[in-house]
């Protein structure tokens, strides 16, 4: 599961250290074109990861009194589109790279999809004794069929009623520290129930509400020992930012209620590759780069979203989807008072 979670950090190093030789050659030829074929290679990763991370944040249009509280475990999938397993790479972007065969511009894997067959690209780079020299490199494959197709989160998360119309959430994932990785994930929101403010509103037959929520995403994998590059501290961090707007409205009925809405999702994924890198080329040593480059993509998206909730005394379930650019279901098992 972490490495779901922190997959945006995990595939970056895919791209970097697929082949220890070709990724030195890689960067001798030039960070600006690793670092532009990384950001277009993740970007449809770490927008369905957005996307997935902001599932049920709710489940209900009615909010809770003053002192009731609702503890969940959630488990969130967005879901992977043909269109996102590839991008175009156009080599006319690019200062050094040239595909061996075939068009000068093709569709190749993102880190969601694989190359089937391989992809090989002939890149340039200076020597500084022999001049300018080329070797063909094998683009990196993504998760391909490995994924079934799914972003997976998952969260542990909270709610509790803190005044008349007003509910507070927070949700986790504790934190995971190893020798190589290190994460952390949570995320806040407030949930605001417009007809608690209403005159006779016990006898409205649907609860309308409002919800602001923020999610954040800390990661950090060192490659050190597995770059194939000489250097020191060298890592990849991950920093996720994200904020969702939504208008929520669900039927008051005691056991089988029916809920919806419509939101906004915006968001920015960003990966730095840091340290310290010894590019060689057979007995030559170019100078040391450090921090070579930082990739980000962003989202910025409209949703709609349907589920269902089944109340049992303190044991509530509920299931949902949602319709935006990455589509994206969740279930939730809830234990809560009042």
Excluded: C
């Excluded at 950090?9 to 030829?29: E, H, P, Y």
């Excluded at 986790?172 to 949570?186: A, G, L, R």
């Excluded at 209403?198 to 409002?210: E, N, R, Y």
């Amino acid at each position: 599961m972490k490495k779901r979670i922190l997959f945006s950090i995990v595939f970056l190093i895919s791209l970097l250290t697929r082949a220890q030789n070709d990724i030195d050659v890689l960067l001798a030829a030039g960070i600006d074109d690793a670092q532009r074929f990384a950001k277009d290679y993740l970007a449809p990763g770490t927008n369905g990861i957005m996307h997935s991370m902001n599932a049920n944040w709710f489940n209900s249009a009615k909010v809770k009194p003053l002192g009731g509280f609702e503890i969940s475990v959630i488990a969130n999938a967005s879901l992977v589109k043909d269109e996102d397993k590839t991008f175009y790479l156009n080599t006319a972007d690019y200062n050094n790279v040239q595909f061996v065969t075939g068009p000068s511009a093709q569709n190749v894997a993102s880190v969601l999809g694989e190359n089937n067959p391989d992809i090989f690209v002939e890149i340039q780079y200076d020597d500084p004794i022999f001049g300018t020299q080329t070797a063909q490199i094998e683009l990196p494959q993504g998760i391909g069929d490995q994924s079934a197709n799914m972003l997976p989160t998952a969260f542990i998360q909270g709610a509790v009623g803190i005044s008349s119309g007003l509910e507070l959430k927070a949700r986790f994932v504790p934190k995971v520290e190893t020798d190589e990785v290190d994460i952390s994930m949570y995320g806040a929101g407030l949930q605001v129930e417009f007809t608690d403010w209403l005159p006779a509103d016990k006898i409205w037959p649907v609860a309308i509400s409002g919800l602001v929520a923020y999610n954040h995403l800390d990661g950090s994998y060192d490659i050190t020992d597995s770059s194939g590059i000489d250097g020191e501290n060298q890592k990849l961090e991950n920093s996720t930012n994200t904020w969702l707007f939504q208008l929520i409205a669900s039927t008051k009925m005691p056991v089988i209620n029916f809920y919806g809405g419509l939101g906004y999702i915006s968001g920015k994924a960003e990966s730095d590759l840091k340290g310290n890198y010894r590019v060689t080329n057979g007995f030559l040593t170019t100078d040391t780069i450090t921090d070579p480059f930082s990739v980000s993509s962003e989202v910025s998206a409209v949703r709609g979203t349907i589920g269902t909730k089944l109340k049992l005394g303190f044991f509530r379930l509920n299931a949902e989807y949602h319709l935006s650019e990455f589509d994206a279901f969740s279930v939730g098992i809830n234990f809560g008072f009042r």
